[in-house]
C-alpha cells in the first residue's frame, strides 16, 4: 500500500515540545497539499493543519492556533508538525496525509478526508505528567 512514513511521536509532559515528521520514499510530496489529522481514542479523526504545495499558505485548526506549526522542506521530500505548549487534549494518534490535488482551496479546510487519499501509518503522541 502507498503510504507515508510519520514518525516523532512519544510520552511528554504537559507544556513540552514535539516535532513530527512526514515523508515519502516512493513520490515526492512538492505537487501536493499535505495535512496532519489526529484521532483520540473513541473520537473522530480530525484535521489539525495544513500546507500548500510549494508552502506558502497554511491553515490550523481552532485548537491548535499558535502552538503548533507545519511547514515543509521540499528539497527533502519531508513534511514537519512542531508541537509546543502541549496540552492533554492534544494526545492522540497522528497522522500525515496527502491530498489527490494541488488545489488550496479545495482541500484546505479538511473536512473532506477523502480528498486525501495516501495516508502515513500514524504515530502515537501522549501528553502526560
Known amino acids: 500500500q502507498l503510504q507515508l512514513v510519520v514518525s516523532g511521536g512519544r510520552l511528554v509532559q504537559p507544556g513540552g515540545s514535539l516535532r513530527l515528521s512526514c515523508a515519502a520514499p516512493g513520490f515526492s510530496l512538492d505537487i501536493h497539499v499535505i495535512a496532519w489529522f489526529r484521532q483520540a481514542p473513541g473520537k473522530e479523526r480530525v484535521g489539525v493543519s495544513c500546507i500548500s504545495a510549494p508552502g506558502c499558505t497554511t491553515n490550523y485548526a481552532n485548537s491548535v492556533m499558535g502552538r503548533f506549526t507545519i511547514s515543509r522542506d521540499n528539497a527533502k521530500n519531508t513534511v514537519y508538525l512542531q508541537m509546543n505548549s502541549l496540552k492533554p487534549e492534544d494526545t492522540a494518534v497522528y497522522y500525515c496525509?496527502?491530498?489527490?490535488?494541488?488545489?488550496?482551496?479545495?482541500?484546505?479546510?479538511?473536512?473532506?478526508?477523502?480528498?486525501?487519499?495516501?495516508w502515513g501509518q500514524g504515530t502515537q503522541v501522549t501528553v502526560s505528567s
Open positions: 496525509a496527502a491530498a489527490g490535488t494541488g488545489n488550496w482551496w479545495a482541500v484546505a479546510s479538511m473536512v473532506n478526508l477523502h480528498e486525501f487519499r495516501v
